[in-house]
């Protein structure tokens, strides 16, 4: 604990009065976390079922629709998610190990990054390119010949599509928002190999968020048959 | 947090916590990326039906190793486990609810032949 937390009067251990001891902050936190998840779970659970039931209708239109979007970008921003959870458990390590601020904080910000990248891709190449070439549901989405009669089932594949991402691309930037918090805490020096809860709770949703990025990718991006 | 007088005299017992070896993290990292290769690549061979299937068999293997390792479900014990396999059983109730209605509504009643001997026997007895 930096010598300057303790002028500004803060707790050196981040152990709230209401608790027995640290230990059971800890797991009160954790599990309050879980329960938040759940939610999210049923939330996301909602969109899936309604994508099962309407890709169960329509399979044609959902192969023609799943066409529209690049393979490439869904693949790479995969991987991207996927590097910055493993970024994400280092920086909770780092701190479960007692490492210096500076370990936590050098992999918070490339976690950060990742996600940043991971908008960036999503929006300057996929979102855009659905605007530019009219299959961005509501923006003037025209139908293609090649899809005869399936054209309406393809324009409710694409909103799917354009819900399922833009939800978790929120979740993406309302993620990014805590990282930064978690960054101006570290910096702070408030993590110890005792206290690092909002860390590990944090890293806890966008392990979550990586999730259904992985349930996303197969459904949306991988119809070829 | 609290700025309590009294509250760094408690903060016993220490927090312990099983730190996972970063060469778990390294392998679950690198299984996950082979995994993201192997469901791109298995997605553009034709195996009819199936496509779907291996490819939501690689997403909940991949899911698994997420939660177990990246987000310590391995190694909580008790109620946060509860309220995971709560969720994702909850979860199977929506789907498997909401398909059991759609995927049943176009089935087609076909009249059982005793049916169609005794449904004239019946009338004829009571009209």
């Known amino acids: 604990?930096?010598?300057?937390?303790?002028?500004?009067?803060?707790?050196?251990?981040?152990f709230a009065h209401q608790f027995e001891d640290l230990e059971q902050q800890h797991d009160a936190g954790r599990m309050g976390m879980w329960i938040f998840l759940a939610t999210e779970i049923l939330f996301f659970g909602g969109m899936f079922t309604a994508y099962t039931v309407y890709r169960s209708l329509h399979p044609q239109a959902f192969l023609l629709g799943s066409h529209i979007l690049e393979v490439k970008f869904g693949a790479i921003n995969t991987a991207v998610l996927i590097c910055s959870s493993f970024t994400m458990a280092m920086a909770i390590r780092s701190a479960q190990t007692g490492k210096r601020k500076g370990a936590i904080i050098g992999w918070l910000i490339p976690t950060m990054l990742l996600g940043a990248t991971f908008l960036f891709l999503k929006f300057r190449f996929e979102w855009y390119h659905d605007y530019i070439e009219h299959t961005m549901p509501g923006f003037g989405f025209h139908y293609k010949p090649e899809w005869g009669a399936h054209a309406p089932q393809v324009q409710m594949?694409?909103?799917?599509?354009?819900?399922?991402?833009?939800?978790?691309?929120?979740?993406?930037?309302?993620?990014?928002?805590i990282l930064l918090v978690l960054t101006c805490m570290a910096a702070r020096g408030r993590f110890t190999s005792q206290y690092y809860a909002p860390l590990e709770i944090s890293g806890l949703y966008w392990h979550f968020v990586d999730i259904v990025w992985i349930f996303l990718f197969p459904l949306l991006y991988l119809i070829r048959y | 947090?609290?700025?309590?007088?009294?509250?760094?005299?408690?903060?016993?017992?220490?927090?312990?916590?099983?730190?996972?070896?970063?060469?778990?993290?390294?392998?679950?990292?690198i299984t996950l990326l082979i995994a993201t290769g192997l469901?791109?690549?298995?997605?553009?061979?034709?195996?009819?039906?199936?496509?779907?299937?291996?490819?939501?068999?690689?997403?909940?293997?991949?899911?698994?190793?997420?939660?177990l390792f990246f987000m310590h479900a391995k190694y909580n014990k008790g109620l946060s486990r509860i309220v995971?396999?709560?969720a994702v059983f909850w979860l199977g109730i929506m789907i498997t609810f909401t398909l059991a209605d759609e995927l049943t509504r176009h089935w087609q009643i076909s009249p059982q032949p005793w049916a169609g001997a005794i449904i004239p026997v019946i009338h004829r007895l009571l009209f």
Do not use: R
């Open chain 1, 157 to 177: 594949f694409m909103c799917f599509y354009f819900f399922m991402t833009g939800l978790h691309a929120l979740h993406m930037i309302v993620g990014i928002g």
């Open chain 2, 84 to 86: 995971l396999v709560g």
């Open chain 2, 39 to 67: 469901t791109t690549w298995v997605a553009f061979q034709d195996l009819g039906n199936w496509n779907v299937v291996v490819a939501l068999v690689i997403a909940v293997c991949k899911a698994s190793l997420v939660v």
């Open chain 1, 1 to 14: 604990m930096s010598d300057a937390a303790l002028a500004h009067g803060d707790n050196p251990t981040g």
């Open chain 2, 1 to 29: 947090m609290s700025s309590h007088p009294q509250s760094a005299a408690h903060g016993q017992p220490m927090v312990h916590e099983h730190i996972v070896p970063v060469s778990t993290y390294l392998a679950v990292f």
